[in-house]
């Protein structure tokens, strides 16, 4: 994180919110081994070794770190207070490797990935996993395919299905008709009344996650906006991490 960013953290709030979040999971302790006692060691070892880390290789082997990706997974799921819920059915969108859906099934919910079957490592771990992944596109302009029941829960972390080939070929990212769609297309098709989503976003370049036109569409659309994170159906940024947003 740049000193920029930092900054920004201490004189938005960010900083109180951040440790406030840091506190809850230390109050609310959770043994992240349990989850790992579930993989099989050798299949696990074996997979790390066809997708070997370093420079030469891949940036995308970086999630065969099983260790790694379940405990980032068992964070999010505290901080939406999964692991202490009644059992929600849960739609992870962009699922990749299916960690966080696996860390929801173990926590006794409900959770299905959707994603492309584009990435062997991605369809390998969630074989090994035994995580349901159901293969499709998530494109602008187009709605999800039919997921039968609905969700209780839409999730997208490091989302990237919202880049695009601009003009000229050069990349871009949705627009706010784009994200208004989306949004509609969800709450209409996939989600239960009174269902939540959360998005997670990666920053871009300049620090941020997306353009000022975005998040006022976000913010127009009832979101709370909480560092990378945005949700819709929570009460407030603030008490998002304070009580649980996600209870039934």
């Known amino acids: 994180m740049n000193l920029s960013r930092k900054l920004r953290k201490l004189f938005t709030g960010e900083a109180l919110l951040s440790a406030w979040e840091h506190t809850l999971r230390h109050i609310h302790c959770f043994d992240v081994n349990r989850v790992l006692a579930t ?23 970086k999630f065969a770190d099983a260790a790694y ?35 929801c099934r173990f926590l006794g919910h409900e959770c299905i990935g959707l994603d492309v079957d ?7 771990a969630t074989q090994l996993l035994q995580v349901p992944r159901i293969v ?19 999730t997208a972390y ?7 080939l601009g003009k000229n070929s050069r990349l871009a990212w949705w627009r706010p008709e784009d994200w208004k769609f989306f949004l509609h297309d969800v709450r209409t098709h996939v989600l239960k009344a009174g269902g ?10 300049d620090g941020s996650y997306y353009s000022p036109e975005v998040r006022k569409l976000f913010k127009a659309q009832g979101a709370r906006i909480f560092r990378s994170k945005v949700f819709f159906g929570a009460e407030s940024a603030a008490e998002t991490s304070k009580q649980a947003p996600f209870s039934p």
Do not use: T
């Open 39 to 61: 993989l099989d060691p050798m299949a696990w070892v074996d997979f790390r070794k066809r997708y070997p880390v370093g420079p030469e290789y891949p940036s995308i082997n």
């Open 118 to 124: 584009q990435q062997p490592l991605f369809r390998e």
């Open 158 to 164: 490091l989302i990237g299905f919202h880049k695009m």
């Open 196 to 205: 939540k989503i959360v998005l997670d976003f990666n920053p871009v370049g």
């Open 136 to 154: 499709s596109r998530i494109a602008r302009g187009q709605s999800l395919p039919d997921l039968g029941n609905r969700f209780d829960l839409v």
């Open 69 to 103: 990706w379940i405990e980032i997974s068992v964070e999010r799921a505290q901080d939406l207070w999964l692991d202490r819920s009644a059992p929600l059915r849960i739609l992870d969108l962009g699922c990749g490797a299916g960690y966080f859906a696996h860390v």
